[in-house]
């Protein structure tokens, strides 16, 4: 038989690299899971957050309009005297609304300022009578008998009615008023049969 070669040296085959592999992968896993739990957790606190917060408190009335008031002075130029008018008086009909709870947007100038009223409705509160020329110039606007040319006055009128009812309102006093439609005349009863 043949005589076996002697082999000089044998190479030990390289440590498996699994050991290193793993660790590396298990703490990618962990940061990965790390990752996702903590953004749950900030998405459920903030569920919670908007949950629990309370809302902000309704813009006053005077506020609101005269905000209305200067975009309205802004833009106004670009509004034919229909739509002036209209915008305008829609901001004081908000306002009375808001202010006093009067269905303003939904009755005439003559109802909100008590000229025409039943005799079971109640007088609209004093100081309305401070819009009087406010409104009155409206409808003459939209409806064709004002000048086109006062606008800015109008307003002028608006915020100054606005700002002296808040004034009176804060001190518990009364504006200063034009006079009260007078009272409505009794009528005729039916005789009782």
Request: positive net charge; charged residues 20%; hydrophobic residues 45%.
């Amino acid at each position: 038989m043949l005589p076996f070669p002697e082999i000089e040296k044998i190479a030990e085959p390289p440590p498996p690299p699994v050991e290193h592999a793993a660790t590396w992968w298990w703490w990618a896993g962990a940061i990965v899971v790390g990752i996702i739990l903590l953004s749950l957790l900030a998405w459920g606190v903030a569920v919670l957050v908007r949950r629990a917060s309370v809302p902000a408190a309704p813009v006053r009335p005077e506020k609101q309009a005269l905000r209305e008031l200067k975009h309205l002075r802004k833009t106004g130029a670009a509004l034919g005297p229909f739509e002036f008018g209209t915008a305008l008086s829609e901001i004081v009909r908000s306002f009375l609304h808001r202010r006093a709870g009067m269905l303003a947007r939904y009755a005439t100038t003559d109802e909100i300022l008590g000229k025409s009223r039943r005799r079971d409705q109640a007088p609209p509160p004093p100081w309305v009578g401070t819009f009087t020329d406010v409104l009155e110039d409206c409808d003459a606007m939209k409806f064709g008998a004002g000048r086109t040319g006062a606008r800015e006055e109008l307003i002028a009128k608006t915020e100054s009615a606005i700002n002296s009812v808040n004034k009176a309102l804060k001190h518990h006093e009364a504006p200063a008023l034009t006079p009260p439609a007078p009272p409505l005349p009794d009528l005729p009863h039916a005789p009782a049969s």
